[in-house]
Nanobody, 128 residues
Framework: QVDLVESGGGSVQTGGSLRLSCVPS????????MAWFRQSPGKEREGVAA????????YYADSVKGRFTISQDNDKRTLYLQMNSLTPEDTAMYYC?????????????????????WGQGTQVTVSS
């Protein structure tokens, strides 16, 4: 059983930056996906960025390309989301997710039903 704990959320002004962290506990594997999703009130959960740990490939929603970067530390545990040039539209609860212990390719790595383990979320608020 793997648990995910997010941190790093907070309040910033437009144009600011935040870095979210997701620390997994439990047994880890070499072939799995990790991702960041977000959800704001009244909206569907949106996939923001995904990382295929097996080969390091990353995927981003169009809304965050060029502004957000997903990465994982060298011991392949903590997942990060560096968020730059934040706007009020980025305001949401951000969730870390993983497909552990399931690996393999994914046609749609930013779709939430691909992920079976979820963190509790960390709030990001961007003011104008």
């Amino acid at each position: 059983q793997v648990d995910l704990v997010e941190s790093g959320g907070g309040s910033v002004q437009t144009g600011g930056s935040l870095r979210l962290s997701c620390v997994p506990s439990g047994n880890m594997y070499k072939d799995y996906w990790m991702a960041w999703f977000r959800q704001s009130p009244g909206k569907e959960r949106e996939g923001v960025a995904a990382l295929y740990v097996y080969d390091g490939n990353t995927y981003y929603a169009d809304s965050v390309k060029g502004r957000f970067t997903i990465s994982q530390d060298n011991d392949k545990r903590t997942l990060y989301l560096q968020m730059n040039s934040l706007t009020p539209e980025d305001t949401a609860m951000y969730y870390c997710a993983a497909t552990l212990p399931y690996g393999g390719s994914r046609d749609r790595p930013l779709v939430d039903y691909e992920y079976n383990i979820w963190g509790q979320g960390t709030q990001v608020t961007v003011s104008s």
